[in-house]
T-cell receptor
Framework: DQQVKQNSPSLSVQEGRISILNCDYTNSMFDYFLWYKKYPAEGPTFLISISSIKDKNEDGRFTVFLNKSAKHLSLHIVPSQPGDSAVYFCAASPMYSGGGADGLTFGKGTHLIIQP | EAQVTQNPRYLITVTGKKLTVTCSQNMNHEYMSWYRQDPGLGLRQIYYSMNVEVTDKGDVPEGYKVSRKEKRNFPLILESPSPNQTSLYFC??????????????FGPGTRLTVL
């Protein structure tokens, strides 16, 4: 049972345009969401996060939107640049683990390709 | 520089030959974990540790062992590796203060091939 789903394995966007990466989740206990970016031969690096008390979080060119009722979040990159070409992972977790598992549940990733 | 290091970065071994992948973090983080990444499956958690001497199973723990004798180190042990453990492995750490989720920092990865 996949609790975090990224239904697009890949996405191709022209440089300068908006990239929109989508993520759906099923576990209603999730209230903290993160996006990670991964280049080949490197570990994932944290990009941006959002907690369920907000519906939008912005950091420079990156904005994450959260729709709790739809259990859906999206990452917008504007404008897209060649260096944004990477695999993007959506991850989710309860904000408070109560001393239990603090692990993130990851989606399968979306490979974003920025075309010149 | 704050970082998570893993060694080795690449390893080719044979079935049944015990191996250890080391992981070390210099951020004084309480929480550490191991993930494996496989094509089409994303990142799946193997084991995690909330603190020294406290470890627990993640989603895919079979065939793996871990230990947390010191706060900074969290080695992953494969007692008898099998070909289905061929994968890309990542160690991660986070502050994990008081049970609250925090950003996890990942190591560079270890690509393991079991023949």
């Amino acid at each position: 049972d996949q609790q975090v789903k990224q239904n697009s394995p890949s996405l191709s966007v022209q440089e300068g345009r908006i990239s929109i990466l989508n993520c759906d989740y099923t576990n209603s206990m999730f209230d903290y969401f993160l996006w990670y970016k991964k280049y080949p031969a490197e570990g994932p690096t944290f990009l941006i996060s959002i907690s369920s008390i907000k519906d939008k979080n912005e950091d420079g060119r990156f904005t994450v939107f959260l729709n709790k009722s739809a259990k859906h979040l999206s990452l917008h990159i504007v404008p897209s640049q060649p260096g944004d070409s990477a695999v993007y992972f959506c991850a989710a977790s309860p904000m408070y683990s109560g001393g239990g598992a603090d692990g993130l549940t990851f989606g399968k990733g979306t490979h974003l390709i920025i075309q010149p | 520089e704050a970082q998570v290091t893993q060694n080795p970065r690449y390893l080719i071994t044979v079935t049944g030959k015990k191996l250890t992948v080391t992981c070390s973090q210099n951020m004084n983080h309480e929480y550490m974990s191991w993930y494996r990444q496989d094509p089409g499956l994303g990142l799946r958690q193997i084991y995690y540790s909330m603190n020294v001497e406290v470890t627990d199973k993640g989603d895919v723990p079979e065939g793996y062992k871990v230990s947390r004798k010191e706060k900074r180190n969290f080695p992953l042990i494969l007692e008898s590796p099998s070909p289905n453990q061929t994968s890309l492995y990542f160690c991660a750490s986070s502050s994990g203060i008081a049970g609250y989720t925090d950003t996890q920092y990942f190591g560079p990865g270890t690509r393991l091939t079991v023949l």
